[in-house]
């Protein structure tokens, strides 16, 4: 066997596939332990599949399918790049490294992939406003919008939810609004939140009007 060759992979990550699989050639392909070779690349973290064999010319061919990135995922330690299965198998050192994916946040946000995925696509309406979706106690979603604006998410049912919201959005406009938070935990019985500098202003309207009535 007188070289290596990869395929599927990116430069990055042929480089890390061949710090880890350090052979000096030629070699007699006796010398080869192709399982273990191959349990080795599949190790690293953004490879999804991996197989090796000896092809005629004596080449050692190995062929990776490299995990696609769908998502960034903020936790305490960092950023990270996940797949559709939700692995973390790339660190990132920026959000705007991969500004094109969307992001999410929280304890086991990665776990629940999937259902993030849901709403982030129901969210398209938004997505101008859209910074992305956040893990709440490892139970529900937040919709995290500019403004800092929050749509908060039932348990159960966080599309239908957020759904709910959209049509409410259409018809009145309600995220244009001075509201801070949107509140649907309690399906049956949404709850909107105003910004403080709302609250005063409202505050001082009813005071006028019950100055007026007692006049």
Same mark, same amino acid.
């Given at each position: ?110 776990? @629940?992939?999937?259902? @993030? ?87 001082? @309207?009813? @005071? ?8």
């Amino acid at each position: 066997v007188k070289l290596m060759a990869i395929d599927g992979a990116t430069v990055e990550l042929a480089e890390d596939i061949r710090e880890i699989v350090p052979l000096d050639f030629p070699l007699s392909s006796f010398e080869l332990d192709l399982e273990t070779i191959r349990q080795d690349v599949a190790g690293l973290q953004a490879v999804k599949t991996a197989r090796v064999k000896i092809k005629s010319g004596g080449i050692l061919q190995i062929d990776i399918e490299e995990r696609q990135p769908v998502a960034v995922w903020r936790t305490s330690q960092g950023l990270e790049l996940l797949d559709a299965e939700g692995v973390a198998f790339r660190a990132l050192d920026s959000r705007f490294e991969r500004a094109d994916l969307p992001l999410i946040a929280g304890d086991g946000a990665s776990q @629940a992939l999937a259902e @993030a995925m849901q709403i982030l696509a129901v969210a398209a309406p938004l997505q101008d406003r859209l910074r992305g979706v956040a893990r709440i106690g490892d139970r529900r979603w937040d919709v995290v919008l500019d403004r800092d604006q929050r749509i908060m998410l039932p348990e159960e049912r966080p599309v239908q939810a957020l759904q709910r919201v959209l049509a409410l959005n259409t018809a009145r406009d309600l995220l244009g609004r001075d509201v801070t938070v949107v509140d649907m935990r309690v399906a049956h019985r949404p709850t909107i939140r105003m910004s403080e500098a709302a609250t005063r202003e409202r505050w001082k @309207a009813r @005071a006028t009007e019950v100055k007026v009535e007692e006049q």
